[in-house]
């Protein structure tokens, strides 16, 4: 009995705390998506292509560069690290940009449905970033259904890949 108990219990506990983690993380991953998706809409589509390249190189970069304990990464603060990988990814994005040729449709409906399509997709490979580029459990701590799609290893390459496949479709001339 007292073990039927103690799993009820924890199974209740599990629950209570999933549910009151969700709503604050939906409030997160929405609310980033909405920002990214005015933004994406405010400064075009190259930008908001250049800028999803970029997190991509950015992050590889910031991965396998092996420099950064002398520039204050690595085993500095997680604002130290995050001020390093923002700046490759501007200075990247001011790169890419140039040579990125892609504007948004002229029907202001699927404008908007592109830009949250991107905007959601970026939230997504923000989400796997904290994860695994940048430690972000020091800062906030993710409930377990978060967790549970971006803090694996063997899905960050799924991440990676989900916003390229996303630009190909929608980089596309009409």
Same mark, same amino acid.
């Given at each position: 009995?007292?073990?039927?108990?103690? /799993?009820?219990?924890?199974?209740?506990?599990?629950?209570?705390? #999933?549910?009151?983690?969700?709503?604050?993380?939906?409030?997160?991953?929405?609310?980033?998506?909405?920002?990214? /998706?005015?933004?994406?809409?405010?400064?075009?589509?190259?930008?908001?292509?250049? $800028?999803? =390249?970029?997190?991509?190189?950015?992050?590889?970069?910031?991965?396998?560069?092996?420099?950064?304990?002398s520039l204050g990464g690595a085993e500095s603060s997680l604002?130290?690290?995050?001020? =390093?990988?923002l700046g490759m990814v501007l200075i990247l994005t001011f790169f890419i940009s140039r040579?990125?040729?892609?504007?948004?449709?002229?029907?202001?409906?699927?404008?908007?449905?592109?830009?949250?399509?991107?905007?959601?997709?970026?939230?997504?490979?923000?989400?796997? $970033?904290?994860?695994?580029?940048?430690? $972000?459990?020091? $800062?906030?701590?993710?409930?377990?259904?978060?967790? /549970?799609?971006?803090?694996?290893?063997?899905?960050?390459? #799924? #991440?990676?890949?989900?916003?390229?496949?996303?630009? #190909?479709?929608?980089?596309?001339?009409?």
């Amino acid at each position: 009995m007292g073990d039927i108990l103690g /799993t009820a219990t924890s199974t209740l506990e599990a629950g209570i705390n #999933w549910g009151l983690g969700l709503p604050t993380d939906i409030l997160i991953v929405v609310g980033g998506s909405v920002v990214l /998706t005015i933004a994406f809409v405010a400064f075009g589509l190259r930008r908001a292509l250049a $800028f999803m =390249l970029a997190l991509e190189i950015g992050a590889l970069i910031y991965r396998s560069f092996p420099y950064f304990g002398s520039l204050g990464g690595a085993e500095s603060s997680l604002t130290a690290n995050a001020a =390093l990988l923002l700046g490759m990814v501007l200075i990247l994005t001011f790169f890419i940009s140039r040579a990125v040729v892609a504007e948004f449709s002229q029907s202001r409906v699927y404008q908007f449905l592109q830009a949250f399509a991107l905007g959601a997709s970026t939230m997504a490979l923000l989400l796997a $970033f904290s994860y695994n580029v940048l430690s $972000f459990e020091s $800062f906030y701590h993710f409930g377990p259904l978060i967790a /549970t799609l971006f803090a694996p290893d063997q899905f960050f390459f #799924w #991440w990676l890949l989900t916003p390229l496949v996303l630009i #190909w479709p929608l980089s596309r001339s009409d």
